[in-house]
T-cell receptor, first 115, second 112 residues
Framework: DQQVKQNSPSLSVQEGRISILNCDYTNSMFDYFLWYKKYPAEGPTFLISISSIKDKNEDGRFTVFLNKSAKHLSLHIVPSQPGDSAVYFCAASSPRGNAGNMLTFGGGTRLMVKP | DTGVSQDPRHKITKRGQNVTFRCDPISEHNRLYWYRQTLGQGPEFLTYFQNEAQLEKSRLLSDRFSAERPKGSFSTLEIQRTEQGDSAMYLC??????????FGQGTRLTVV
C-alpha cells in the first residue's frame, strides 16, 4: 500500500501563476516531510521541508503547507517560472532508530510551466 | 564538486551478469542510503548505512543484492545474476543525522 500519494500525475500552469502540488499520506508516524525536484537523467534535488510541529514553511517562491489532521501537504510555487518544469516528489520520514532518515516517496507530479 | 557522486552513470548488461555500482557520499555525512526508481514511480528505499554498519534493508533487497560501506566512506551496491526486472535507476543519497538527504545523479541500469 502506498503510504505517500501524489494523485495528480501532471500539472500545467502559465508562467507567473501559482503552481499547487498536493500530497497525501496515511502513516501518522511520519514527522518530517520534504519536497524534491527532479530533472530527467538527474537525481532528486532537495527543495524544501517541514517538520510536523509546523504548518507552514516558506523559502523564497516556495511554500509548503502541512495539514496534519487531514494528512495532507501541499507545495506552492509563486510565481511559477519555465525553469520550474520538472517532476516533483513528496517524501516523508518517521523516527525509526535503525533506518535513519529513510524516506517514503510519492509517485511524483510532472509540472509544466508554459511561457 | 562536493556533492554525492555515483559511478557509472549508465550500465547495460546481459541478463545473468553481475554488476557493481559505486557511491561516494558527501564527506562529512555519516548516513548513506540506496534507493531504486523505476519509470513513473518515486524512489523506493533499499538499504541504509550509518557509518560502516548496514542497519536496515528493505524486503525489496533480494538475496542477489548486496551492499557494503567498508570504511564508512564510499559504498558499493552489487547485483548478482541480473534479471530484466532489475532495470531501474539506482540512487544513492547521504545525510547528516538531522536534515535532508542529498542525492547523487544515479546509475541507470538496463538489463538486456
Amino acid at each position: 500500500d502506498q503510504q505517500v500519494k501524489q494523485n495528480s500525475p501532471s500539472l500545467s500552469v502559465q508562467e507567473g501563476r501559482i503552481s499547487i502540488l498536493n500530497c497525501d499520506y496515511t502513516n501518522s508516524m511520519f514527522d518530517y516531510f520534504l519536497w524534491y525536484k527532479k530533472y530527467p537523467a538527474e537525481g532528486p534535488t532537495f527543495l524544501i521541508s517541514i517538520s510536523s510541529i509546523k504548518d507552514k514553511n516558506e523559502d523564497g517562491r516556495f511554500t509548503v503547507f502541512l495539514n496534519k489532521s487531514a494528512k495532507h501537504l501541499s507545495l506552492h510555487i509563486v510565481p511559477s517560472q519555465p525553469g520550474d518544469s520538472a517532476v516533483y516528489f513528496c517524501a516523508a520520514s518517521s523516527p525509526r532508530g535503525n533506518a535513519g532518515n529513510m524516506l517514503t516517496f510519492g509517485g511524483g507530479t510532472r509540472l509544466m510551466v508554459k511561457p | 564538486d562536493t556533492g554525492v557522486s555515483q559511478d557509472p552513470r549508465h550500465k547495460i548488461t546481459k541478463r545473468g551478469q553481475n554488476v557493481t555500482f559505486r557511491c561516494d557520499p558527501i564527506s562529512e555525512h555519516n548516513r548513506l542510503y540506496w534507493y531504486r526508481q523505476t519509470l513513473g514511480q518515486g524512489p523506493e528505499f533499499l538499504t541504509y548505512f550509518q557509518n560502516e554498519a548496514q542497519l536496515e534493508k528493505s524486503r525489496l533487497l533480494s538475496d542477489r543484492f548486496s551492499a557494503e560501506r567498508p570504511k564508512g566512506s564510499f559504498s558499493t551496491l552489487e547485483i548478482q545474476r541480473t534479471e530484466q526486472g532489475d532495470s531501474a535507476m539506482y540512487l544513492c543519497a547521504s545525510s547528516l543525522e538531522i536534515g535532508e538527504a542529498f542525492f547523487g545523479q544515479g546509475t541507470r541500469l538496463t538489463v538486456v
